[in-house]
Structure formats: C-alpha cells, structure tokens
C-alpha cells in the first residue's frame, strides 16, 4: 500500500519560496530581472530536446509515472510485515501449509501473494528464493531504467544553463558601443546558468536521490519477504521466525513492537477476564 510523500513537495516549494525571498529581500525594485522568458525557453526546450534524443518513446512516456513515485512512499511497516508472517507460520503448522490459500485474500502485497503461492503450490526453497530474487533484479532494472531519465536531466539542465549564457554574453557582445546596456545583458547571460542550476539542484538531483533510496526500500523488505516465505514453506516454529525476522528490525521499531504487544496481550487477558 502506497500513500503520499508531502516531504518532496514541501521540500521543492521551500527551496523556491527561499530563492524568491532571498531575491526579493536584496533585490528590491530590480526582483523582476531575475525573471527572464527567453532564457526559460533555452533551458526547458534544451532539456527536452536532450531527453527526446537519450531516450526512445518508451522511456518517454513513463516519466510521469516516474516523476509520482518521488511523491509517493511505500506504506508497509516491517513490525506489522513480521507479524502478518508470524500469523502465516502458525496458520501453516497448524492447519497444513494449504491452508494459507485462503489467507492470500487479505495480502494486499503482490510479491507476498507470489511467493506464498509458490510455497502452497510445494516448490522447493531454493526455487523460491532464486525466482523471487529474480524479480528483485528486474524491479531494480526498471526502477534504474526510469530513474535514468530524472539523473539525466540532472546532467542537462546545468549545461543548457550554461550554452543560454554564452548566447547570451555573444549578443552582449555586439552591443558594447552601448555601455549602459552591459549590465543588463550580463544579468540576463547569467539567469539561463541561474535556471538550468536550481532545477537540477533543487529537483531534479533530490528527486533521483529519493528514487534511489525507494529502490533500496523496496529491496530491503523483499528480501525480508523472501526470509518469511521460506520460513513458512519450510515449517519454521513461528517464535523462531519471529526472531529471525526481527533482527531486521532498527531499536526503536523492536521497542515500539514490544508496546505493541504488550498492549495487545493486556486486551486479550481482559477479554478473557470479562
């Protein structure tokens, strides 16, 4: 279950709120300068066209698709993630290993439902964990392969920056009879630098570095699945599943568990009371 990230967008507008303060605090009446049509044109039209040159129109179209997924992050707590195997393990030993069937109704995870299909279905551990590992390899492929658009904006955005200022200092060029002029055209030179800097710093970098950072996400708990699918398939005793998967866990998430079930325990032993 995925649910909004509000960090990305309050991050990126906080920069630009910053940016805009600042220009307006020290710029005064001269704030309107720093906003120029023709060097947004050579910024944005470069970038796109260098896009449109990299990629194929595959790569293309997935880039806003892309682009959400730095607005999004990924719901699943690995305490609850334990206990749902925990419940798995227990139901297995108990009932027999197919009788997780109908548990899988309840899964809402895709790569869970897989992988304990696959151990309903009998097939070996070693088969399960090289299969499901073999969808971890393809989800980080993907994941790379659309995160390579936001990186190579990254790169672009800086250089066309730079090009909008060198069109910009030769224009500057053919009008030195004019001394007044100078300083205008040098300011304006410089805010294709200006623009194509800020949106690779202020977006397009941070939005790749989150990116990254949800494919190790999303790696780190698939490999954690992939422990409990095998754990169950294998008949582990829960408690030792259970203790198996919590050394996954940070400190705080083991103390915050341990509440959790304390708490949980003290419902129980006063429903049993009443």
């Known amino acids: 279950m995925r649910k909004r990230d509000l960090l990305t967008p309050i991050g990126i507008t906080l920069g630009f709120v910053m940016l805009f303060l600042a220009i307006a605090t020290r710029g005064g009446e001269n704030a309107a300068t720093f906003v120029d049509v023709s060097s947004i044109f050579?910024?944005?039209?470069?970038?796109?066209?260098?896009?449109?040159?990299?990629?194929?129109?595959e790569q293309i179209k997935v880039t806003g698709k892309v682009i959400r997924e730095a607005f999004h992050q990924n719901d699943q707590r690995l305490p609850e993630l334990i206990d749902l195997f925990v419940q798995l393990s227990e139901r297995a030993r108990r009932e027999g290993i197919l009788a997780l069937?109908?548990?899988?109704?309840?899964?809402?995870?895709?790569?869970?439902?897989?992988?304990?299909?696959?151990?309903?279905?009998?097939i070996e551990p070693e088969v399960?964990?090289?299969?499901?590992?073999?969808?971890?390899?393809?989800?980080?492929?993907?994941?790379y392969r659309g995160r390579q658009i936001i990186e190579k904006s990254a790169e672009y955005a800086p250089a066309w920056g730079m090009i909008g200022t060198l069109v910009g200092l030769v224009l500057m060029l053919t009008t030195l009879e004019d001394p007044e002029s100078l300083g205008p055209s040098m300011a304006v030179a410089l805010l294709t630098t200006l623009y194509g800097t800020v949106l690779a710093n202020l977006v397009f970098i941070p939005m790749a570095s989150k990116l990254e950072s949800k494919t190790d996400e999303d790696v780190f708990l698939k490999q954690i699945i992939i422990e409990g699918v095998i754990g169950v398939q294998s008949g582990q005793n829960p408690r030792i599943l259970e203790e198996k998967?919590?050394?996954?866990l940070s400190e705080e998430e083991i103390k915050r568990r341990e509440y959790m079930n304390l708490d949980r325990s003290v419902v129980e032993e006063t429903v049993n009371e009443a």
């Open 245 to 248: 998967l919590s050394a996954f």
């Open 128 to 143: 399960i964990n090289d299969i499901m590992n073999a969808e971890i390899t393809a989800m980080e492929e993907r994941q």
């Open 101 to 122: 069937e109908n548990e899988l109704d309840d899964v809402e995870d895709p790569f869970i439902r897989k992988g304990i299909h696959l151990a309903v279905d009998g």
């Open 42 to 57: 050579i910024v944005i039209g470069g970038l796109l066209a260098s896009l449109l040159i990299t990629f194929n129109k």
